[in-house]
């Protein structure tokens, strides 16, 4: 089993608090190093929060794996705290990926980013931008909040979105005067405003949430979430991608993942699962991380 080593990553005079996982096997080694995995988390989740499990299985397949938590949430630095920006969200990433061509032993032209639900719309943003990428994951994506609102939209009794809107309001406004943020729960039950609110989203959080994780973020995305349309830079990747999508996914629209994914010429897998059932202990952990290892050791072989 892998043991990770604290680093930490300069962005914009904050700092990225990550964990270095090095690989178990060599046989992914050429003259410049190993492959390396950089992986961050969904919305408003850390990297205590089940990253751990996905990054000890891609170890023991020959890559190192750099997790990291966004600045503003757990050790990483930023004010104010649970703000959740997806432009500095996808700066982060860039930020870790340039760190990881440093690291020693890592090959600098095989770093693959991966993402999970809200950062696997991020990935494909990051990949886009940089023409180094060699590959990409992403697992559960969430990528046209277009598309996450729409379907909120038929699913949600018309006072959540009044609720949800009042709370986004007051907490921009807060953010204008310079205030603490006002705070919408992450996940809550079915009907109440939260970021996810499916049946089951409660559940499954807490059983893979870590002790850094909080119950929060900064409402303020609300009233911008649906211009955020990572689907948008699918056609520009140049890399080799993997999207998994949970047919039955209730936080995540497959549909627009699918979509990204004919853009993007990716690799597709299919799981007849919902959006929490691919983490570490869930019922399609073991098949998803499983299938991200062969499509990376086929991707990045020497």
Same mark, same amino acid.
């Given at each position: 089993?892998?043991?990770? &080593?604290?680093?930490?990553?300069?962005?914009?005079?904050? &700092?990225?608090?990550?964990?270095?996982?090095?690989?178990? /096997?060599?046989?992914?080694?050429?003259?410049?190093?190993?492959?390396?995995?950089?992986?961050?988390?969904? /919305?408003?989740?850390?990297?205590?929060?089940?990253?751990?499990?996905?990054?000890?299985?891609?170890?023991?397949?020959?890559?190192? !794996?750099?997790?990291?938590?966004?600045?503003?949430?757990?050790?990483?630095?930023?004010?104010?705290?649970?703000?959740?920006?997806?432009?500095?969200? @996808?700066?982060?990433?860039?930020?870790?990926?340039?760190?990881?061509?440093?690291?020693?032993? @890592?090959?600098? +032209?095989?770093?693959?980013?991966?993402?999970?639900?809200?950062?696997?719309?991020?990935?494909?943003?990051?990949?886009?931008?940089?023409?180094? /990428?060699?590959?990409?994951?992403?697992?559960?994506?969430?990528?046209?909040?277009?598309?996450?609102?729409?379907?909120?939209?038929? &699913?949600?009794?018309?006072?959540?979105?009044?609720?949800?809107?009042?709370?986004?309001?007051?907490?921009? !406004?807060?953010?204008?005067?310079?205030?603490?943020?006002?705070?919408?729960?992450?996940?809550?039950?079915?009907?109440?405003?939260?970021?996810?609110?499916?049946?089951?989203?409660?559940?499954?959080?807490?059983?893979?949430?870590?002790?850094?994780?909080?119950?929060?973020?900064?409402?303020?995305?609300?009233?911008?979430?649906?211009?955020?349309?990572?689907?948008?830079?699918?056609?520009?990747?140049?890399?080799?991608?993997?999207?998994?999508?949970?047919?039955?996914?209730?936080?995540?629209?497959?549909?627009?993942?699918?979509?990204?994914?004919?853009?993007?010429?990716? &690799?597709?897998?299919?799981?007849?699962?919902?959006?929490? +059932?691919?983490?570490?202990?869930?019922?399609?952990?073991?098949?998803?991380?499983?299938?991200?290892?062969?499509?990376?050791?086929?991707?990045?072989?020497?």
């Amino acid at each position: 089993m892998s043991t990770a &080593t604290t680093v930490v990553v300069a962005v914009q005079g904050d &700092t990225i608090d990550a964990r270095h996982h090095r690989a178990e /096997i060599d046989d992914l080694r050429n003259a410049s190093g190993v492959p390396c995995v950089v992986m961050a988390h969904g /919305i408003g989740a850390t990297q205590d929060s089940g990253l751990e499990g996905f990054a000890q299985v891609l170890a023991a397949g020959g890559l190192d !794996v750099v997790t990291f938590d966004y600045r503003h949430f757990a050790a990483s630095s930023g004010e104010p705290r649970q703000l959740v920006s997806p432009r500095l969200q @996808v700066d982060d990433y860039l930020a870790v990926v340039r760190h990881a061509r440093t690291l020693e032993g @890592v090959d600098p +032209d095989r770093i693959v980013v991966w993402g999970v639900s809200f950062s696997g719309g991020h990935v494909l943003r990051v990949s886009a931008q940089d023409s180094r /990428i060699a590959g990409v994951v992403a697992l559960t994506p969430a990528v046209d909040g277009a598309a996450v609102v729409a379907s909120m939209l038929r &699913t949600q009794p018309g006072s959540y979105f009044t609720r949800l809107i009042a709370l986004a309001v007051r907490d921009a !406004v807060a953010g204008w005067r310079g205030r603490v943020p006002v705070m919408a729960p992450i996940v809550a039950e079915v009907g109440e405003p939260a970021a996810l609110n499916s049946a089951g989203a409660v559940e499954g959080m807490l059983a893979t949430a870590g002790p850094t994780w909080r119950n929060e973020f900064a409402a303020r995305l609300f009233l911008t979430v649906a211009a955020y349309r990572p689907i948008t830079s699918a056609r520009h990747i140049q890399c080799p991608v993997l999207v998994q999508i949970g047919d039955r996914d209730r936080s995540a629209p497959p549909a627009p993942a699918a979509r990204a994914a004919i853009v993007s010429g990716a &690799t597709v897998h299919h799981y007849p699962c919902d959006h929490f +059932d691919v983490y570490p202990g869930a019922a399609w952990h073991e098949r998803v991380v499983r299938d991200q290892v062969r499509f990376l050791r086929r991707t990045l072989a020497v």
